[in-house]
């Protein structure tokens, strides 16, 4: 009569496998964990903007829209505010629309500066002097009512 108990070759593959498995289940666990601290950083600050926004009279996306463009660090938008590159990109911004030789530069709104001055003071509070001294350099009026 046979006692029942595997052969020690079996047992140490199910001892593998099951430390194998605790060893995936753990490393979901802490990936998880991550991304539900960075998504709640990414809420508050969403919020507060929105709230920002609301408060200084300019138009605010939902704070869900708001989280998912700039996530917890500010995305694009604090990379580095006073780069040539970044310079262009808003430059290019304010223009009349078209595309090749019919581009012009135009007088831009204040409110939408304004508003990206306000994200930059939220996600990146020590970049704003950079974009607040580029910012003395376009013309701006309020152009949209």
């Not at 919020?47 to 829209?65: C, F, K, M, R």
């Not at 012009?104 to 306000?118: F, H, L, Q, S, Y």
Request: negative net charge; hydrophobic residues 40%.
């Amino acid at each position: 009569m046979t006692t029942g108990d595997a052969p020690d070759n079996k047992r140490r593959w199910i001892y593998v496998t099951a430390g194998a498995l605790l060893v995936v289940f753990a490393l979901i666990g802490l990936f998880t964990f991550s991304a539900i601290r960075e998504n709640t950083d990414a809420q508050r600050k969403a919020e507060q903007l929105h709230s920002n926004l609301i408060a200084a009279g300019l138009p605010a996306p939902e704070p869900d829209v708001i989280a998912n463009a700039l996530g917890d660090d500010g995305g694009s938008v604090c990379q580095d505010p006073s780069s040539p590159l970044i310079r262009a990109k808003y430059q290019a911004s304010i223009t009349n629309g078209a595309a090749g030789p019919g581009q012009r530069p135009v007088i831009g709104p204040r409110d939408t500066a304004e508003a990206v001055g306000i994200t930059i003071a939220t996600y990146c509070p020590d970049r704003l002097q950079d974009y607040l001294s580029h910012l003395d350099t376009l013309k701006l009026d309020d152009t949209t009512k």
